[in-house]
């Protein structure tokens, strides 16, 4: 079993509209949380940190459910600029080896 | 700018023959890290190093060798024993260990032909 899975989509949906999808963990002693965007062909960007309480970055909000292994990401009011592979990466015991899914894509059209 | 930078972004090699690609960040991070990307797939870990003059084996080292002789500098060597060397290389720096985040270069396109 991976460490970390994503749904690969890709999710397509028009400008304006709402997405959200997860990603799954295995390791129960996970301990830092985070989403990552990697546009094609360049190195991955973060996008924000998940924390336990939920957070949310302007149309972003990212949630943790420690009790399923889950964290998730959701978008309003999607841009043409979203279009992206958005990445899960989670760290473990030991900090300084994350683990990342394997990406979920997201194309917003006009 | 403060960042890293990675060289070359592309190269071709055939098979048989070593190639180092470089990684120098000027970000002032203790923590460096080499990972591969292939299509479909998540980044896996090759090597990561915590502090001058000591790295670590990541997931998938056989194949692959680095030094840390220097804070800023972690180069990556690709030997002819790592057997699908063909990927996407990056390399990240943090400032927190995993804890942080991470910052990538650009990558470096291997093409082994």
């Known amino acids: 079993r991976k460490e970390v899975e994503q749904d690969p989509g890709p999710f397509n949906v028009p400008e304006g509209a709402t997405v959200a999808f997860n990603c799954t963990y295995s390791n129960s002693a996970s301990q830092s949380f985070f989403w990552y965007r990697q546009d094609c062909r360049k190195e991955p960007k973060l996008l924000m940190s998940v924390y336990s309480s939920g957070n949310e970055d302007g149309r972003f909000t990212a949630q943790l459910n420690r009790a399923s292994q889950y964290i998730s990401l959701l978008i309003r009011d999607s841009k043409l600029s979203d279009s992206a592979t958005y990445l899960c990466v989670v760290g473990g015991s030991n900090d300084y080896k994350l683990s990342f899914g394997a990406g979920t894509t997201v194309t917003v059209r006009a | 700018d403060g960042g890293i930078t990675q060289s070359p972004k592309y190269l071709f090699r055939k098979e048989g023959q070593n190639v180092t690609l470089s990684c120098e960040q000027n970000l002032n991070h203790d923590a460096m890290y080499w990972y591969r990307q292939d299509p479909g797939q998540g980044l896996r870990l090759i090597y990561y190093?915590?502090?001058?003059?000591?790295?670590q084996k990541g997931d998938i080292a056989e194949g692959y060798s680095v030094s840390r002789e220097k804070k800023e500098s972690f180069p990556l060597t690709v030997t002819s024993a790592q057997k699908n060397p063909t990927a996407f290389y990056l390399c990240?720096?943090?400032?927190?260990?995993?804890?942080?985040?991470?910052?990538f270069g650009e990558g470096s396109r291997l093409t082994v032909l």
């Open positions: 190093s915590q502090i001058v003059n000591d790295f």
């Open positions: 990240a720096s943090s400032g927190e260990g995993g804890t942080g985040e991470l910052f």
